[in-house]
């Protein structure tokens, strides 16, 4: 069974940067798309990014792009989230996923979630 474990969230203030990991176990996910979500209190997941197996295809949210950087080490079976220039919009609930069918900005469509990691960006 597949899991997969968050780390990197924390509080920093606007303008700031943070790195959030998401380790892979239980099998080898270097065939299949990984990416990220996110929620904020009183809202929808939203899509923030993906990456796909041949890691050259990666997509972003509007929200996001141009700021954050997604990247994988198939060998360590690992996906990463650079983020830079946060805003306090940006505060939310964190979730690696992996193993897409459809479009990949459907949280539904996502086969395996982590328990998410917090970030909060103070103004």
């Known amino acids: 069974q597949v899991q997969l474990v968050e780390s990197g969230g924390g509080l920093v203030q606007a303008g700031d940067s943070l790195r959030l990991s998401c380790a892979a176990s239980?099998?080898?996910?270097?065939?299949?798309?990984m990416g990220w979500f996110r929620q904020a209190p009183g809202k929808e997941r939203e899509f923030v990014s993906a990456?796909?197996?041949?890691?050259?295809?990666?997509f972003y949210g509007d929200s996001v792009k141009g700021r954050f950087t997604i990247s994988r080490d198939k060998a360590k079976n690992a996906v990463y989230l650079q983020m830079d220039s946060l805003k306090p919009e940006d505060t939310a609930i964190y979730y690696c996923?992996?193993?897409?069918?459809?479009?990949?900005?459907?949280?539904?469509?996502?086969?395996?979630w982590g328990r998410g990691t917090q970030v909060t960006v103070s103004s």
């Open positions: 239980g099998r080898s996910l270097s065939s299949v798309g």
């Open positions: 996923v992996a193993d897409a069918e459809g479009n990949w900005r459907l949280p539904d469509d996502w086969g395996h």
């Open positions: 990456i796909s197996t041949s890691v050259i295809d990666t």
